[in-house]
């Protein structure tokens, strides 16, 4: 009797040692924890302030945006081209400079380049301040200038500014912002 009552109190002694030990691992959730604004969280509970998340702001879509907002920082001879732009030709350019052996439409295949579905409204998302219009002109005349992650450098041809005209690149252009969400 003596054996079945010691090993009882061993018994309840451990549950017990195990609830604390499980209490103790709980998570607090009035602590920060590792994020981008934990460094503002911090300063603003050093200063006794209240910290507001901001929202994350939604993507820019073309179909949003005016053509000011669409060719903003582009040559002004481009943009005079775009307004006459034939989209179909720069399809045609992309079949010619082989430019469809790196990039594709459909966003399944992954490629040497980065893909073309959608490119229009990732233009407008890619690098910050610039307009889709000037992204996809530099991509194209100084492909180097911003390399997408996870694609290699150096590889698409650095010279397209020399071998095709301001009507062709805005053609070209004009294809690239054609492919979007409406």
């Known amino acids: 009797m003596k054996a079945i009552a010691r090993t009882r109190g061993v018994l309840i002694l451990s ?15 009035q602590i920060e924890i590792v994020s981008p604004e ?6 603003a509970k ?6 507001e998340a901001l929202p994350t702001p939604a993507p820019l879509r073309l ?8 060719t903003a920082g582009l040559p002004d001879d481009v943009v005079a081209a775009l ?19 790196c990039h594709s439409l459909d966003p399944a295949q992954v490629m040497t380049g980065p893909t073309w579905h ?4 990732t233009a407008a998302n890619r690098v910050p301040g610039e307009s889709p219009g000037l992204y996809l002109y530099q991509s194209i005349t100084d492909p180097n200038a911003y390399v997408v992650a996870d694609h290699p450098a150096n ?26 969400e409406p």
């Not at 307004?83 to 052996?101: F, K, R």
């Not at 959608?118 to 409204?121: L, R």
Request: hydrophobic letters at 50%; one cysteine or more; a negative charge.
């Open 15 to 29: 549950l017990l040692f195990v609830l604390i030990l499980a209490a103790g691992c709980a998570p607090n959730p």
């Open 118 to 121: 959608n490119v229009g409204d």
């Open 38 to 43: 934990l460094g503002a969280q911090l300063a």
């Open 83 to 101: 307004a006459s732009a034939d989209p179909a030709h720069g399809e045609n350019l992309a079949l010619t400079n082989a430019c469809v052996g």
């Open 155 to 180: 590889v698409m041809p650095q010279n397209y500014k020399d071998t095709l005209d301001t009507q062709s690149l805005a053609d070209l252009i004009s294809y690239l912002l054609a492919q979007h």
């Open 63 to 70: 179909a949003d945006l005016s053509e000011e907002q669409i």
């Open 46 to 51: 050093e200063a006794a302030g209240v910290v």
